[in-house]
């Protein structure tokens, strides 16, 4: 700290480099002198704190030593130690002006202790003048003496001295001493020099900020006195000293810039409290925030940091950093705008900021944000909270910056309030057109087009530009500039009247998109109220090309109010909708729109007389509505619609439908239409049957009015109604409760229509009597075989049904071996369902097994047959039958065994059968379909060479492992079979016992 004196004080410390109060003094500024009248009065008591610091020795003052005094004794001095040689200098009372020539004297002899005499030297000294003195020295000596010193003071841990020297000196020594001391050799900058000067500067900030926090109030006593001494004598001595080392830095480096740079590099490391020390006492010392940020940008994103951190606490805000850093490059500023991001500072705060800056400042932090990953949406969010003006700038710098339209456009539209608008209103500004502006949104998505849309429409008043737009825009594009144009309260009639120098191709995209976003007819058309001449005519021909009929048209201008009813109408005829068309739409809706419609067209048309020339003579074109109108005058007057039917019948099939619907529709008898239909032949026949069942009268209620069964032109009739979508089933019902030739004519169509036999079964089951009979032999009429028959039966969802079928052929003399014959064609599950259904015609005779025959059996299944159930039939003629077709073998259904006689049940045969039984307890009667399949693939043998008891088949039986589902069913029951013959049966004759341990583990499987 400064003293108050330049006279000598006695030195408080010898360790401390820190500059100390008496140091601070300057030589061109006496610390003594009082500026304001408060000072004034604080003299005296400063003259009194002077005069206790006495002189070294009044002999010291009267008479200074010879400046050689020193140089003679130099070599005498005890150099045991730096504090040994410093006590002999004070003994001495040695002073600045005999240094030189004593340390010039030993270091051409001794540098070592040349060096240590410097530095023991500068430990006696006790004021900032003797320090000035001997540095002064130190200064002016050769390159080669003044490094020596300074390494020295290195050595010995007294850098920051050297520091605080330069703060002390003239300019000129300051710098040349600084020179010497940042600088290597190479005339490269010493980072622990470097470092050293930046913790000095650091230390002069923790004074400055000390004195300055500790003023008294403005209140006190004597408070200015006190502030201008504490000004005077303490804070502009350090600050000048800061400038003066700072300055001697630039003058050593070369630029501020690159001074601080290396000043700073090592705050990385150190507290923030620190870091605010150094950024005080530079600023102090008059240099700029841009010059200590700039250093720390050329040093590092992690100093930029510190070095904001260190700004902030000395108390000055981020806007200050960003004042600072507006003329830096631009990645100068992404670095320092990254630094306050990750130091926790909000970057888009700075918006705020860029309020009142210019463009250029503007364009320069908006390129930095987008490049620091900042989305325009977010910016532009921020930038909408500071006014207009901020917004209209930053859409110029987002432009000149590279960023497309587009997409700040889009980012505009995902901001809510007006932002889009001023958005949409500066690019306007800026020149460019708002057909440019919606394709550059298009560009970003059809999607965006409908509130950018609604925002030209705003800006521009007129539409004029997104007309053209749309005359050359996509499907999807427009739609969305339509819904734009809608929601803010325009119609399409705005957009159809510019659009109509484009012609009907761009007026039809408008329409169209109207009706794709939800518009009804009505509205559409309420919409072109504000239309006239070409633009109207044009908006009627578009609703018609998009397919809307006249009659959907005439309701809708019913909607409108009258006057428009009659500009929409008059336009509909203007562009080729016949009065006639008009009209006949109008009666589909209804007396009172027809009614309407008529004045409508009258008073857009004047009076017209083809009006009524065409409800005279033009009935054969009406829609339904004025057939029915027709049709119901024609009876009420008493007369037959025959007439009516036969001119319809000689214009077209079209028309005569449109009639019999219109007939049917006013309360014609359908007695008369099926009438006058048998009449008119085959088609008028189907035509009639088909539009009745459309019409919702059933079956029954149509057939009621046939005179007879047999009915010339009966499969017409049920072709038309099965093509309006009779229900098989119904016309099925109908037909049964009817002769067969009735049925035969029924199912002959039904089946040319593509009604599966299946289906004609399922829907005839039902009925009871003769109806399966009738249909059976109706499909025989068609040339179905048995095995077409027999399908339709099994394939039924029940057995029940298919047994109805079976019991029918039986009745109709078909025989068991036919019927089989049949299923055997088809294969697969229909033979087992076959056998199953056949047996039961033939009820033969069957029994129980006998007590031997269930000892037996239950020694290889055990229980896991029931074999209470199981039942062995006695010669009959189903087994006879069903032998021949199976050649010559039992066969197994389920609980039945069937042999050809009682005689030939031995009991190996017995065991395979019931292998059989339990192949059926397990699978289902699906075992038999696979029996059969093993008959005609691998057979029976499973690799044995004797058929009795499986000799041979040991190998295969072991490499399949157990595995039953290797063989096939018959394979299956071989092995059981043998392995009952090896185990129970006994041996043949002269045979001893057989092995059966091959066999064992697939008895295991049937044994339960």
């Avoid at 992404?334 to 400042?361: P, S, Y």
């Avoid at 192949?919 to 691998?938: K, R």
Wanted: charged residues 25%; glycine residues 8%; aromatic residues 6%.
């Amino acid at each position: 700290m400064p003293s108050t004196s330049t006279s000598a004080k006695k030195r408080t410390s010898t360790s401390t480099p820190t500059a100390t109060p008496r140091r601070a003094t300057t030589a061109s500024r006496p610390t003594t002198v009082v500026k304001t009248t408060a000072a004034k009065k604080s003299a005296a008591s400063a003259a009194a704190t002077r005069a206790r610091v006495a002189p070294i020795s009044a002999t010291a003052a009267a008479k200074p030593p010879a400046p050689t005094r020193l140089a003679g004794q130099v070599t005498t001095l005890n150099f045991s130690s730096r504090e040994a040689v410093a006590a002999q200098l004070r003994t001495m009372q040695a002073t600045p002006a005999e240094f030189g020539p004593a340390f010039r004297k030993l270091a051409k002899t001794d540098p070592a202790r040349a060096g240590t005499l410097a530095v023991a030297f500068d430990d006696t000294l006790q004021t900032d003048d003797a320090t000035r003195q001997h540095f002064d020295f130190v200064a002016r000596t050769t390159p080669e003496e003044r490094r020596l010193i300074i390494d020295a003071y290195r050595a010995n841990g007294r850098a920051r001295r050297v520091v605080q020297a330069v703060g002390l000196m003239p300019a000129a020594h300051g710098r040349a001493l600084m020179r010497d001391f940042i600088l290597d050799k190479k005339a490269k900058v010493d980072l622990g020099a470097a470092d050293e000067a930046a913790r000095w500067i650091a230390d002069q900030g923790r004074t400055l900020r000390a004195r300055r926090a500790n003023l008294p109030g403005p209140n006190a006593p004597h408070d200015s006195a006190v502030v201008e001494w504490v000004e005077e004598n303490i804070v502009d001595p350090l600050v000048q000293a800061v400038k003066s080392v700072v300055d001697a830095i630039v003058d050593a480096v070369g630029d501020i810039v690159s001074a601080i740079a290396n000043v700073i590099r090592d705050v990385v490391n150190w507290t923030v409290d620190r870091v605010a020390d150094l950024v005080k006492a530079v600023i102090a010392a008059g240099k700029a925030i841009g010059d200590l940020i700039a250093g720390a940008v050329r040093v590092g994103l992690n100093v930029v940091k510190q070095i904001i951190r260190g700004i902030e606490a000395v108390g000055k805000a981020i806007y200050d950093v960003l004042d600072a850093v507006v003329n830096f490059t631009i990645d100068a500023v992404k670095t320092v705008l990254e630094a306050l991001r990750q130091i926790g500072r909000a970057i888009l705060d700075l918006v705020r900021w860029l309020a009142n800056k210019t463009l250029e400042v503007v364009k320069k932090f908006a390129k930095a944000l987008l490049d620091l990953g900042k989305a325009v949406a977010e910016i532009l969010a921020e930038a909408v909270k500071f006014g207009v003006a901020l917004v209209r700038n930053m859409v110029r710098a987002l432009v000149a910056v590279g960023q497309a339209v587009g997409r700040i456009i889009v980012a505009a539209v995902t901001n809510p309030g007006s932002l889009l608008d001023t958005v949409v209103s500066e690019l306007r500004a800026m020149g460019r057109t708002f057909q440019s502006i919606l394709n550059d949104t298009l560009a970003q998505g059809a999607q965006f087009l409908r509130r950018v849309a609604g925002a030209v429409a705003r800006a521009a008043g007129s539409l004029a530009e997104l007309a053209t737009f749309i005359a050359t825009a996509a499907v999807d594009a427009v739609r969305q500039v339509v819904a734009g144009v809608l929601e803010i309260g325009r119609t399409i009639g705005d957009l159809v009247i510019d659009l109509a120098k484009k012609g009907l191709a761009a007026v039809r995209k408008v329409v169209e998109a109207a009706f794709a976003l939800g518009q009804s007819l009505a509205q559409v058309a309420l919409g072109l109220a504000n239309c006239v001449g070409d633009a109207l005519k044009l908006g009627v021909q578009a609703i018609f090309d998009l397919g809307r009929t006249v009659a959907e048209f005439t309701l809708s201008t019913m909607q409108a109010g009258f006057d428009l009813a009659k500009k929409l109408l008059k336009a509909a005829v203007e562009v080729g909708k016949a009065v006639g068309q008009v009209l006949g739409a109008a009666i589909q809706q209804g007396f009172l729109v027809f009614r309407r419609t008529l004045h409508a067209l009258l008073g857009a048309l004047g009076p017209v007389g083809e009006v009524f020339d065409w409800l005279m003579t033009q009935a054969g074109e009406l829609a339904t509505l004025a057939w029915r109108e027709a049709m119901d005058a024609l009876q009420q007057m008493g007369r037959s619609i025959n007439a009516a039917l036969d001119w319809a019948k000689s214009k077209s099939e079209a028309v005569l439908r449109k009639v019999i619907e219109a007939a049917n529709a006013a309360g014609a008898l359908v007695s008369d239409l099926i009438d006058w239909a048998k009449k008119a032949g085959d088609k008028a026949l189907s035509l009639v049957g088909e539009l009745l069942v459309r019409a919702g009268h059933t079956v029954d209620y149509i057939m009621i009015w046939l005179e007879k069964d047999v009915l010339e032109g009966v499969r017409s009739i049920v072709k038309g109604m099965f093509e309006a979508g009779a229900a098989v089933a119904d016309l099925m019902a109908w037909a049964v409760r009817k002769s067969f030739e009735v049925v035969r004519d029924v199912v002959a169509e039904l089946l040319s229509l593509g009604v599966t036999l299946a289906q004609l079964v399922a829907d005839t089951i039902r009925h009871p009597g003769s109806a399966m009979q009738n249909l059976v032999k109706a499909l025989e009429a068609a040339g179905k075989s048995m095995k077409d028959i027999v399908e339709a039966a099994v394939v039924q969802p029940t057995e029940e049904a298919a047994r109805r079928v079976f019991e029918t052929l039986k009745a109709l003399g078909k025989s068991a071996k036919e019927v089989l014959l049949g299923a055997l064609e088809i294969g697969g599950s229909a033979i087992a369902l076959a056998l199953t259904l056949v047996l039961e015609w033939f009820p033969g005779s069957y029994r129980p097994l006998t007590d031997d025959e269930r000892a037996d059996a239950e020694s290889v299944f055990g229980s896991s047959i029931d074999l209470a159930k199981v039942r062995v039939a006695v010669m009959s003629l189903p087994v006879d039958l069903v032998e021949w077709i199976n050649g010559e073998r039992p066969f197994t259904t389920m609980y039945l065994i069937n042999f050809a006689s009682w005689d030939e049940v031995d009991r190996p045969t017995l065991i395979h059968e019931l292998t059989h039984v339990w192949q059926s307890v397990v699978e289902g009667p699906f075992y038999m379909v696979e029996a059969i399949h093993g008959q005609m693939t691998d057979g029976y043998n499973y690799g044995y060479t004797d058929g009795y008891d499986g000799d041979g088949a040991e190998d295969e039986l072991v490499a399949a492992g157990g595995d039953f589902d290797s063989f096939n069913r018959e394979q299956q029951a071989q092995i059981i079979e043998h392995y009952f013959v090896r185990r129970f049966w006994g041996p043949r004759q002269g045979e001893g016992t057989r092995d059966f341990g091959a066999w064992q583990p697939y008895a295991d499987v049937v044994h339960a």
